[in-house]
C-alpha cells in the first residue's frame, strides 16, 4: 500500500480514498501452541496486528466478506449458522405466502422456491460444505 507505484500513489491520482477503519484483518491458521497457564491445553498462535497509516488494524476471529463469514480455522461455524437461519427464514416466509385457503397454488409457490429462496439460502454452499461422501 505504501510503496512507490502502490495503491495509496494510485488513490490519490485517481480520486479516490481508501476507509481504513473499515479494514478487516484475519490470519488463517489452525496452529496451536501450549497454553502457558493450563498444562496440556493449547491455545492459537498470537495474532500480530497491523499498522497503516498511522491506524491499528487487529486481527479478528471472523470476518465478513462478500456475504460470507470467514473464520480464522476456516471451520465456517459461522457461514453454515448464517446459511441456516436464512434458510429458516425462507422457509416461514415461504409457509405465509402458501395458506391453503388464499394463497399461492403449489406450481407457483415451487418455482419462487427454486428460483429465489434457494438460491439465497445456499448463496456460497460449494465454499463451506464439504463434498458428500
Not at 505504501?2 to 481508501?18: K, L, M, P, Q
Not at 488463517?28 to 498462535?45: A, E, G, T
Not at 495474532?47 to 497503516?52: E, M, P, S
Request: hydrophobic share 40%; aromatic share 10%; glycine share 10%.
Amino acid at each position: 500500500m505504501n510503496r512507490d507505484g502502490g495503491v495509496r500513489e494510485w488513490a490519490s491520482t485517481h480520486n479516490c480514498s481508501f476507509g481504513i477503519e473499515k479494514f478487516q484483518l484475519v490470519d488463517l491458521s489452525r496452529r496451536k501452541i501450549p497454553d502457558p497457564f493450563r498444562p496440556r491445553k493449547q491455545i492459537p498462535i498470537p495474532r500480530a496486528a497491523l499498522i497503516l497509516n498511522g491506524q491499528r488494524i487487529e486481527s479478528t476471529t471472523t470476518v465478513k466478506f462478500l456475504g460470507m463469514h470467514i473464520d480464522r480455522e476456516l471451520r465456517w461455524k459461522e457461514q453454515v449458522a448464517a446459511a441456516l437461519g436464512k434458510g429458516q427464514y425462507w422457509l416461514g416466509q415461504c409457509s405465509r405466502i402458501a395458506r391453503p385457503s388464499r394463497g399461492v397454488s403449489g406450481q407457483y409457490m415451487r418455482r419462487l422456491y427454486l428460483m429465489v429462496a434457494k438460491p439465497r439460502m445456499l448463496y456460497g454452499a460449494d465454499i463451506f460444505l464439504g463434498p458428500a461422501l
